[in-house]
Structures are given as structure tokens and as C-alpha cells.
């Protein structure tokens, strides 16, 4: 979104050059590795949401739909590895610096995109779960309208940002651009906007969960799986810090590789995440014997479906709980969770 210098010859004091001293190879690897890892997630997810639950919610598809924007993103960065993302300016075709740069525009805004079907699905999925709570349900409501908001603002700005738009990449056309100064502004709110979303993300859950009818060990266990998120806020905190060294070196192409190695952590790690709230349900539909009992244990206790199938009969006989009772037999947490607000939770 801003013009590169023309490539120069390195000084002495920075990396080696050719592919040594590029981050090719490491895309790659990061690329392949994580994409298989969340394909398997995302498939274990959308099975036992669709094949063992037999439905398929909003945030369901919003997480399917997370998973293709992830994997067009990565598509687009290993072609950008092609023409020359993750090398030195000077170690890049001048014919194929243009096409890098158009690519890298286009992954920005994927990656918006990406940021508001990912984190409204997992708000979403939250809203499943804890939606019974009417302090809960306007928490997270707020929550999606403000994410969804913010990121389309973003979005509109990045698309008007120059003009005509093509002068983002090419910058030797005609037509102006929106000062460097304001880009560096609204790169590092966004940064910092999405570091403080993705610990709200984290910790929203955590008060609901030790309200909950378990024993304290049981309750870290389920906060456990909700925590897993923080893998993600390292990451997006890691991207400000790698944003705020490297955002006024001329050699842009080089470090956006640095750059943006957090950023598909930061996503993917998300979508991980996202899928992990049903793996209980998918081990324990799946795994039989010792083996499955022991899993299910892992996430969840005995006593906790205990309560969830005490809390059964007292739901039943309550009309106002008539409705939520069938939804919440999709997912053991949410049993619980329902009985507990129902006794004087949040």
C-alpha cells in the first residue's frame, strides 16, 4: 500500500543475500504445516456439528468459511514466494516486484475478511454456549458489532486508501495516495485493536466457567481448553512488536515475510481454537472403550455430565427453560453451564 525503493545493493551490515538469506523455505514449511493441522480440525469440527449433532449453526459456517479465506490466504502468500516475497529488494526480479506487490495488497484484505468471519464465529459459538445469561448475550453482541465495524472500516479505508487503487502496487501511475503517516497510524490500531479483541476472546469465558457446578480441578480443565486462545494473543502482540521494528525499512518485501509469519500463526492458531470446543463431543462420540472414556475425561469430568444430567429433569420442568434444554443436550458445557446460571450466575 505504499511504494518499495528501488532495489539496491546490500550493505554489509544486513543478512546475506539469494535464498540463504531469504525467508522462502521457511513459508513454505509454516504454510504446509498449519494448513494440515487446522484442515484436520476444521473437518473434525464440521463432522461433529453436521454427522453426530446433526446440525450446523451459524458460527459453524462462519468457521468453514474462516478456513477457505485461510487457505486462499495461503495460496496467495506461497505465489507471492514465487515472484519473490521473503527475499532482499535487491535479490528480486524488477519484472515480477509489481505482481508481489499487488498480491500482498490483495492478502490484506483477505486477511481483514478473515479477522471478522473468524472471530464473530468464535463469539458466536460463545453465544451457544453462555447465551442464556442476558449480561453474557449483550457482551457478546456488542462484542461482534463492534469487531465487525471496526474491520469493515479497515477494509473500506485500505480500498480507498489510493487512487485509482491500482497506484497501491504500482506506484508509478498517476493519481495520489493517502499520506505514509496515516497508514502507519491505522496498521498500528489495527494491531493493537486486534491484541485487546483476541484477549477479550480469551478471557470473557473464564468467570462463566468457574461459576460452573464442578469441582475446582474439573473447572480449570474446561478453562484449559477456553485458554488455548493465548497462543493467539502471543501472536497478535508478536505482530505489533514485528510491525513497530520493521515498518519504515525500505527492504518491505524482505520483512513483510517476518511480518506476516505471525500473522498466519495468529489466524490458524484462531481456527484451532475455534474447533477445539467441540472436540470433546467428537472423542466422545468416536473413541470407544477405556480409550474414549479417558479422552472425555481429559475435558471434561463425570461429575460435570453428572450435573448436566441431574440438571436434565429440573430444566424440563421449567417452561422457560423449556426450549434452550434441547439445544443444550448438543453439548455437555452448555448443560452445565445453563443449571449453573439458572442458581444465581452472572
Keep these: 500500500m505504499s511504494a518499495i525503493a528501488t532495489p539496491t545493493p546490500p550493505p554489509q551490515t544486513l543478512p546475506p543475500t539469494g535464498e540463504n538469506g531469504s525467508y522462502v523455505v521457511q513459508n513454505y514449511v509454516l504454510h504446509a504445516v498449519v494448513l494440515f493441522f487446522t484442515t484436520i480440525c476444521v473437518g473434525i469440527r464440521v463432522y461433529t456439528r453436521q454427522c453426530i449433532k446433526k446440525f450446523m449453526g451459524v458460527d459453524d459456517y462462519l468457521c468453514v468459511a474462516s478456513w477457505c479465506l485461510s487457505v486462499i490466504f495461503s495460496g496467495m502468500l506461497i505465489a507471492d514466494n514465487v515472484n519473490g516475497y521473503g527475499r532482499h529488494m535487491w535479490d528480486i526480479d524488477p519484472t515480477k516486484l509489481y505482481m508481489v506487490l499487488k498480491l500482498q495488497f490483495i492478502d490484506e484484505h483477505i486477511y481483514i475478511v478473515l479477522l471478522i468471519t473468524l472471530k464473530v464465529s468464535i463469539l458466536l459459538t460463545y453465544k451457544r454456549i453462555f447465551g442464556l445469561s442476558v449480561c453474557a448475550r449483550a457482551q457478546i453482541w456488542i462484542a461482534i458489532t463492534i469487531v465487525t465495524i471496526f474491520y469493515i472500516l479497515c477494509l473500506l479505508l485500505a480500498l480507498l486508501w489510493c487512487k485509482p487503487l491500482a497506484k497501491a502496487w504500482f506506484p508509478l501511475l498517476e493519481g495520489h495516495c493517502a499520506p505514509y503517516d496515516a497508514h502507519l497510524v491505522l496498521g498500528n490500531?489495527?494491531?493493537?485493536?486486534?491484541?485487546?479483541?483476541?484477549?477479550?476472546?480469551?478471557?470473557?469465558?473464564?468467570?462463566?466457567?468457574?461459576?460452573?457446578?464442578?469441582?475446582?480441578?474439573?473447572?480449570?480443565?474446561?478453562?484449559?481448553?477456553?485458554?488455548?486462545?493465548?497462543?493467539?494473543?502471543?501472536?497478535?502482540?508478536?505482530?505489533?512488536?514485528?510491525?513497530?521494528?520493521?515498518?519504515?525499512?525500505?527492504?518491505?518485501?524482505?520483512?513483510?515475510?517476518?511480518?506476516?509469519?505471525?500473522?498466519?500463526?495468529?489466524?490458524?492458531?484462531?481456527?484451532?481454537?475455534?474447533?477445539?470446543?467441540?472436540?470433546?463431543?467428537?472423542?466422545?462420540?468416536?473413541?470407544?472403550?477405556?480409550?474414549?472414556?479417558?479422552?472425555?475425561?481429559?475435558?471434561?469430568?463425570?461429575?460435570?455430565?453428572?450435573?448436566?444430567?441431574?440438571?436434565?429433569?429440573?430444566?424440563?420442568?421449567?417452561?422457560?427453560?423449556?426450549?434452550?434444554?434441547?439445544?443444550?443436550?448438543?453439548?455437555?458445557?452448555?448443560?452445565?453451564?445453563?443449571?449453573?446460571?439458572?442458581?444465581?450466575?452472572?
Excluded at 500473522?263 to 472436540?279: H, K, Q, T
Design 189 to 346: 490500531a489495527s494491531g493493537i485493536f486486534n491484541v485487546i479483541t483476541d484477549f477479550y476472546i480469551l478471557v470473557f469465558p473464564m468467570p462463566y466457567v468457574w461459576r460452573l457446578n464442578m469441582k475446582t480441578r474439573h473447572k480449570l480443565r474446561v478453562m484449559a481448553v477456553f485458554g488455548l486462545g493465548s497462543f493467539t494473543c502471543v501472536c497478535s502482540i508478536m505482530r505489533v512488536v514485528v510491525t513497530a521494528k520493521y515498518i519504515t525499512n525500505p527492504d518491505q518485501i524482505y520483512y513483510f515475510a517476518k511480518y506476516m509469519a505471525f500473522v498466519v500463526l495468529e489466524i490458524n492458531i484462531g481456527l484451532i481454537c475455534a474447533c477445539a470446543l467441540v472436540f470433546p463431543a467428537f472423542f466422545d462420540a468416536k473413541l470407544s472403550g477405556s480409550l474414549g472414556s479417558l479422552v472425555s475425561r481429559l475435558w471434561f469430568s463425570r461429575s460435570s455430565s453428572k450435573v448436566a444430567s441431574d440438571s436434565s429433569t429440573e430444566l424440563q420442568s421449567n417452561r422457560n427453560f423449556t426450549s434452550l434444554h434441547s439445544a443444550s443436550e448438543d453439548d455437555p458445557w452448555q448443560t452445565s453451564v445453563l443449571t449453573s446460571m439458572k442458581s444465581g450466575g452472572p
